[in-house]
């Protein structure tokens, strides 16, 4: 089931789908184009709507017709499961590195819609910055470069974990998603100084109105 707040899907609201387009287009023509082929989403906060944007610009990017993978890295409070409702008993991220690798079970959804993937996270877990610097998830991101023309990763909130942090790394680009009269300021220049220090490349910031 896909929800509501997919809009890209939806007629109900385009202003909204508009903007995540724009978002597209803007990443294919300085980004894709480019080579690259992986992209972390990230905020300082919760509530700055950054599950909604990875969502919604993975679809919008699957439209166009390119190979895109939609991975859930945010192992705090996973909610891709949220837009689009995997099957039950799903297989995801936290398996994958408590397994020490790719599960027996395969843990890629394809095709959930025309020309998108998914993998999910697969459940909250506590010791999430542990997993996610094993060298098996570095691994799992590599494959996903390798695989797909895009792969679209969404992150826990970099202020409250180092999670978003590890993941930026490894991808190497990233993308922060802020809201109005929510995200200070203060902690986007923060967030942005960091991407610097750790040698990721900011491909852009997107405002989220209120």
């Known amino acids: 089931m896909v929800s509501s707040d997919v809009v890209v899907l939806s007629e109900s609201r385009p202003l909204e789908a508009e903007a995540i387009r724009t978002i597209r287009t803007h990443v294919t023509a300085r980004h894709i184009k480019g080579g690259r082929r992986g992209l972390a989403l990230c905020a300082p906060t919760t509530g700055a709507g950054c599950t ?3 969502v919604n610009l993975a679809v919008a990017l699957a439209q166009v017709g390119l190979s895109t993978l939609l991975v859930d890295a945010n192992l705090r409070a996973p909610g891709v ?23 027996s079970q395969n843990f890629v959804h394809n095709d959930v819609l025309p020309g998108l993937s998914i993998i999910y996270a697969g459940g909250a877990e506590e010791h999430a910055q542990e997993l996610l610097g094993a060298g098996v998830f570095k691994g799992l991101v590599d494959d996903c ?31 922060i998603v802020v809201r109005s009269d929510v995200t200070l300021t203060s902690d986007v220049k923060a967030l942005a100084a960091q991407m610097w220090e750790d040698g990721v490349e900011l491909v852009g910031t997107v405002l989220n109105e209120a």
């Open 145 to 175: 470069l390798r695989d797909y023309d895009i792969t679209i990763f969404d992150t826990a909130p970099s202020n409250d974990y180092a999670d978003a942090r590890r993941v930026n790394t490894l991808v190497g680009y990233a993308m």
């Open 81 to 103: 499961q949220d837009y689009i409702r995997p099957p039950p008993n799903t297989i995801g991220v936290k398996q994958i590195l408590q397994a020490d690798g790719p599960t």
């Open 52 to 54: 909604f944007v990875a």
